[in-house]
């Protein structure tokens, strides 16, 4: 059974002088959180912990091979596309999607993902317990929810505390760009009038 809960929230937070939108949708998809969870536990540490996660964290490109992790993606592209400031559609793209499975100890260390415009995560198994997401230079966190989806610029430095549940903490998260192809047709169809 699907079942689908879709709310809207945009946030404007302070960064020592400048704001930062936090844009959150709630998807609650019993079916795909299931799917997901099962396979991020399935698949185990590939990175090592040799990245900023210090938790298990599947490969960099999952939405490349599996469906359920390229159905979140896109749903994230969606959220980017309708929370666009500009009054012309930008073609998005994914770059990078991953899971990562958060036992008891378990972090991230601070760190951004710049050049990508927007950075996303999403929640697929937690508590209201569960460590927030951080974000440096603010006193502002997002405590996990299942089903949330949370969008936010990639320049944006922000990190994950030690979790101190005895449950796994499992989200699925990557980072969305100008689609590079849109771009290349853009400057080839471009005009210079001398």
Known sequence: MVMTEMTFHTETVSLKRSKFPIIDELYTDVDL??????????????????TNVKADMTNWFMHET????????????KLAHDNNPLPVRVEMSTYDCWGAVYKRGDW????DHWPYIWSWVYNVECCANCAPL????TTYSLK?????LTMFPGWIKHFVPAH???????IVAGNIS????????????????K
Do not use: M, Y
């Open 144 to 148: 996990p929810k299942v089903g949330r």
């Open 108 to 111: 991230t260390k601070s760190h």
């Open 66 to 77: 599996d469906k359920d992790f390229e159905t979140i993606a896109n749903k994230a592209i």
């Open 33 to 50: 959180q299931n799917n997901l969870s099962r396979k991020c536990k399935s698949i185990g540490d590939e990175q090592e912990r040799k």
């Open 164 to 170: 101190k549940c005895g449950h796994d903490r499992i």
């Open 178 to 193: 100008e689609d590079p192809h849109s771009v290349i047709l853009k400057r080839n169809n471009r005009v210079d009038h």
């Open 134 to 137: 951080g974000f440096n230079g």
